[in-house]
C-alpha cells in the first residue's frame, strides 16, 4: 500500500511539473470536485417563448398506473429529461417532428435534478401539447418514432434486450405489444422516411448472445453481448384501421379531428391563446380517433395576429427581469455603462445618422404581434438633417408626386401608369392615391 501512495505521488508531481502556477491554482480551485458537484445540480427547463423566459417542467400528476406523483414544482420536484450531454448510456434525446403537430417525447426522471447515477431507473414521457404538459407512458427508457403525421408511434427498449416493441394509435393513450423477433435483439434504432408521415418503419440492431435473460422491465443496466446485426421492416398500412373522415368539419361529433392552437397555459403572461404574437390554429387528428391521415394528408392551418403585450418582449441587451416581472439595468459597479451606451450611440450616428434608446426591452424574434404595447427601443435622429431626412424620404417624395399629378392631369391617366408601374400591389396604392387626393382638393 505505501509503494502504491508513492507511485501516485510521484505521478501526481511529474503532472504538476508539465503546468505552470496558474494552471495548477485552476485545477484546484476547479478540479474533479467542482464537476461532480455540477453534476448533482443538472435540471431541465423549457422556455415557450425562444428563451425570453424559462420555467422546471410541471411532473405529470399520476404515472402510467395512475398513481400520484407527489411530485410539485413547490416543493422543488420536476420532470428533468436526458439530453445529449452526460448520456453514456445512450439514452433517446426528447423528439418531435414537425409533422406530428404537439407531440413531444423524452426520456427522464422526476426529482429535484436530473440523476446521472449508473443504474438509475429512468422513464418515458409524452406530451401532446408542444410540453405544456405530460404523461408517464413507460417505467423504462424506450427509442421512439413517429409516423403518419403523428398518427401511429412506435417505441422499443433500448438499454435492454427484447422480442418486442409497442405501438399507440392514440397518442400513447394505450399501448399494444408486438412481436417481431424470437429471438432477443438490442435494439440500436427505430427509423422512418424524414417526413414522418409514411406507416412504413425500420428497426436495426444486434442479437443479444448472454445467456442470461435481459427481458426484464427495469434491468436495463446489465452489460451489452451483442451478436449479429439485424435489421426489421414494420408496415402498419395494413393493420385495420380506416382513413380518417371530417377535415372539412374539424372539431364536430362526426368528424375525427379537432382545433388545437398552440399556447403556454398563460405562464409567461400571454393571453387568448396568443403564441409570439399570433393564434396559430391547427387542424389535426383527434387523440381517439384510430384511423391513419395518409401520406397525403395537407394539413391546414390558420394564423390571427394578436395585439402586443408585455408578454411579446423579452429583456433587452444589459437588463434582467426581476421577481416582479420587470426588465432593469444589470448592476454596474465600474460605472461602465453610461461609457457604453455613448460609445454606441457615437457609432450608430456615424453609420446611420440615427441612434436607440432602450426602454428595457425588445421585441422577441420571429415574434408577430402589432399595435397594442410599444417597449421597443426609440429612434432617435442625430442631427436635423437627419430628421429631416427620415419624413421626405422616397416613399413620401413619390406619393406627393402622384397627388400633386392627379390633381393636374387627371386621376385616370395616373391610374395607368401606376397600374404599368412594378408595384406588389397596386389596387391598395391607387385607393390611397385617390383617399390623399380627395383630401388635397378638399383642402384647397
Known sequence: MEEENAQAERSRMSTMGTMNKKQAQSEHKFGIKKLDSFDDKIKTYISHNKGASWELIRAPEVDMRGKSTSCFSEDGCSSHLQMYSNNEAMYAPPYSQESAVGIVMAVGNLGDKLELDKGTRKGTFLSRDGGVSWSEI?????????????????????????????????????????????????????IIEPKSTA???????????????????????????????????????????????????????????????????????????????????????????????????????????????????ECDMNYVRTKGGQCEPVADPLKRHGQRILSEKEEDCALEGFYSISKGYRKIPGDMCYGGVQLDPVRKPCTSFAWFSSIVNLKSIFVAALVIGAMYYGWPIIEAIILILPIPDPKDTIESMKNYAGAAQGFV
Open 138 to 190: 413507460a417505467k423504462l427508457p424506450l427509442i421512439y418514432e413517429f409516423g403518419d403525421h403523428g398518427g401511429v408511434l412506435v417505441a422499443a427498449p433500448n438499454m435492454h434486450s427484447t422480442t418486442q416493441i409497442r405501438y399507440s394509435w392514440n397518442e400513447g393513450k394505450t399501448w399494444t405489444k408486438l412481436t417481431v423477433s424470437e429471438v432477443p435483439i438490442f435494439v440500436d434504432n427505430i
Open 199 to 313: 406507416q412504413q418503419f425500420v428497426i436495426y440492431g444486434s442479437y443479444d448472445n448472454s445467456t442470461e435473460d435481459s427481458n426484464t422491465e427495469g434491468n436495463y443496466n446489465t452489460k451489452k453481448q451483442l451478436g449479429e446485426d439485424v435489421m426489421i421492416t414494420l408496415d402498419f398500412s395494413g393493420l385495420h384501421e380506416p382513413k380518417c373522415q371530417g377535415i372539412d368539419s374539424p372539431g364536430t361529433e362526426k368528424s375525427d379531428f379537432e382545433l388545437w392552437s398552440p399556447h403556454d397555459d398563460g405562464r409567461h403572461g400571454s393571453n387568448d391563446k396568443c403564441f409570439l404574437g399570433q393564434q396559430v390554429t391547427y387542424i389535426r387528428r383527434k387523440q381517439d380517433s384510430e384511423c391513419f391521415n395518409g401520406e397525403d394528408f395537407d394539413r391546414q392551418t390558420m394564423r390571427v395576429p394578436c395585439l402586443c403585450t408585455e408578454a411579446d418582449y
